[in-house]
């Protein structure tokens, strides 16, 4: 969790001002810097990478530290939001492989001509990385106040602790999927699923307000129409079980339409994708698949941003029960009004197996909802025959 409490692109000037009166002191997950970073970036990237290849932090820029590395002033930087640009590009260019989930954030002071920068540096799965710049090709790890180079024994604890992470995730995300597949689905099924590469800090427990909250009301105070509704307590509720929470029909218990486990891995069963605007039971309408999708990688995004993560997350999309379903290759608009279908497009069968399952694939907090939407519904396209889905747009799928 960040130093100060709350998401960081919700930090003010009063919150930086008010690690001087708390005297947040420099450590394994925090680090002061009063100046910019030279033009010579190979300083800005070891304090980068050291932080990943040890367990994540933050780099306050613009804050001068006394000799107990606790605030002693403020003064803040002048060209703070170009600043920010090139710490991004240079993390981009200067670092392999790329560390998922790095956010370089600006915060203006009262007088916006100066503010602060906060380079926020998640724990990687991905580890080791390494600074590749200027001849550099060296990896740096953080130890308390300190970063060093890391030793031939460091690098190979950081492979081994990347693979075997990359492996629980892999095992976990492969048993849920079987689990959602084989519970007695007997019609359409459109299931999506979402894993943080490394645990939250803190497991989910299942009496968090919070975690009801986000089953209950997927939009938050957005009042607006969708196919993952608000939750109507008349015929669904929220039940504690071993892994976490799950959000069920009373009438059919052994289908949650929606999951939240104590690791934070999120999954959606939702049969909503066949039967839509007139469009028959046995045809996929593109606009309602579109929407769940999208719907569910901004609950995703809702979710980690609660937990304070950032960094990369595991997904898989399947479509239970494919037998005899159709796809046209052009959509009809969700939003009402005029048929965007071609009326000649031909409704193309999907292949003869019972789940269309799509490989498991890894991104970046930092991407959009709508780009893992349009991953997921291009590799579903192309499996009924049409080179690619239609476009997904926010404006017409993700607010219906």
Known sequence: MSVFGKPLDVVASTDIEALKSTGAQESQYLD????????????????????????????????EEDGDGRPQSIPGLNEY?????????SA????DPRIPGLKVYAVPFADPAKGVIIVSVPRSS???????????????????????RMTTADIGESFRFGREYLKLSEDYLEGAKRAALNSGISEPRLVLGALPALQPER???????????ILARPHG????????????????????TLRGLVRLWRAEPQQPSLALHRNGYLELRNRCITGIGGVREDEIEFGGFASLCVDFFRLA???????????????FGAIAKTEGLRLRDMPVALTGGSDHRS??????????????????????????????????????????????????????????
């Not at 939001?81 to 590009?89: A, D, H, N, S």
């Not at 991905?126 to 060093?148: C, I, L, N, Y």
């Open 221 to 240: 105070k957005q009042n607006r129409a969708s196919l993952l509704p608000e939750m109507d307590p008349q015929h669904e509720e929220i039940r504690p």
């Open 126 to 148: 991905r580890a080791p990385h390494m600074v590749t710049v200027g001849g550099e090709d060296r990896f740096w790890r953080r130890h308390g106040r300190h970063k060093s």
């Open 301 to 315: 995004s809702q979710v980690y941003h609660k937990l304070g993560y950032e960094g990369e997350v595991f997904a």
């Open 343 to 400: 009326r000649d497009a031909d409704p193309r069968g999907c292949p003869e197996v019972p789940n269309l399952v799509v490989e498991p694939w890894s991104y970046s907090t930092s991407e959009t909802p709508e780009s893992q939407a349009q991953r997921f519904a291009d590799v579903v396209y192309n499996a009924f025959g049409h080179e690619r889905a239609p476009s997904i747009k926010d404006s017409q799928y993700g607010h219906v």
């Open 203 to 213: 497991p989910i427990g299942p009496g968090e307000a919070w975690a009801r909250e």
């Open 92 to 95: 981009m260019t200067g670092i």
């Open 81 to 89: 939001k170009l600043e920010c640009t090139r710490y991004e590009q």
């Open 32 to 63: 002061y810097k009063r100046d910019a970073y030279g033009s010579d970036t190979k300083e800005l990237l070891r304090d980068i990478t050291s932080f990943a290849n040890a367990y994540g932090g933050e780099v306050i820029v613009g804050v």
